[in-house]
Structure formats: structure tokens, C-alpha cells
């Protein structure tokens, strides 16, 4: 098992072990949503996600075009996990929640039509756009 959790501690989740889907996204609400050049989310199925502690929910439209619900922690402000409207099943946890420097690396790069020129991913497929979509680098 692997938790992810708030800066504070009081929202925390228990998840299966390390996700095979782990995705950097560079689209501009990920850098509003981090502070950072971009965001990582390592995806889980709902269900395999067990979630403890009080969030506040914030839902707004992706540049894919769905909705996207990120829960935060009501006391420190820490967006811990989202569930995106084009992976209904899915709940994405921010690999920074985490906080294990082992964990694996992103294996796509998406949105990079708004990548900082100097942030670098290795390894990992590049979209332009989002990766559902196959407008691949």
C-alpha cells in the first residue's frame, strides 16, 4: 500500500501500489493548480482508492473539453486527487501527494503546446494536446 496526503496530513488516501498510468500534463490549470511548470497524476481505478479526511471540491472545464472535480484539503489548500470527466472510473492523484522520489516516472506528456521551452521529459509519450487525442509529437 502507498498513501498519498495533504501538506497537513488531515486528507490522506490508501492506494493499491504505484500506478501503470502516470502522466505529466503542462495545460495552464495544471500550472495554475501545482505553482508549478506542470502537474503529475498517477491514475487509479475509484475503487482501489480508499480516502480518508474531509476535502473541498473545486470543478472546473479542461482544455479537453470535460469537467474536472480536484479535491483539496479544506485546512492547508493541498490538491490531493481529481476525477476527470473523460475517465469517469478514474481518480488521478498528484504524484507530488505521494511524495516517494522512487515512484515511476510519467509515461505521457501531455498539453505541451504549453510546455515551458526548459522542462524536459524523458521517456515518456508527447502530445501537444491531450493524450486521448493522437496528435502525437
Known amino acids: 500500500m502507498i498513501d498519498a496526503r495533504c501538506n497537513c496530513g488531515a486528507l490522506a488516501l ?5 500506478s ?3 502522466a505529466a500534463c503542462h495545460c495552464i490549470d495544471c500550472q495554475r493548480r501545482t505553482g508549478a511548470p506542470f ?3 498517477a491514475f487509479y481505478p475509484a475503487e482501489a482508492v480508499t480516502i480518508s ?3 473541498k471540491e ?3 472545464t479542461a482544455a479537453s473539453g470535460g469537467k474536472v472535480r480536484n479535491y483539496f484539503c479544506p485546512d492547508c489548500g493541498s490538491t490531493v486527487w481529481w476525477k ?3 475517465l469517469p472510473a478514474m481518480i488521478g492523484v498528484a504524484v507530488g501527494a ?3 522520489p522512487n515512484y515511476p516516472a510519467p509515461i505521457r506528456s501531455a498539453f505541451e503546446q504549453s510546455k515551458h ?3 524536459e521529459i524523458t521517456g515518456a509519450q508527447h502530445f501537444q494536446q491531450s493524450s486521448a487525442q493522437k496528435n502525437s509529437d
Not at 490508501?14 to 504505484?18: H, M
Open 39 to 41: 502537474g503529475v497524476g
Open 53 to 55: 479526511g474531509a476535502s
Open 117 to 119: 521551452a526548459w522542462v
Open 58 to 60: 473545486y470543478v472546473r
Open 14 to 18: 490508501s492506494l493499491p501500489g504505484p
Open 84 to 86: 476527470p470527466d473523460n
Open 98 to 100: 505521494i511524495a516517494d
Open 20 to 22: 501503470s498510468l502516470v
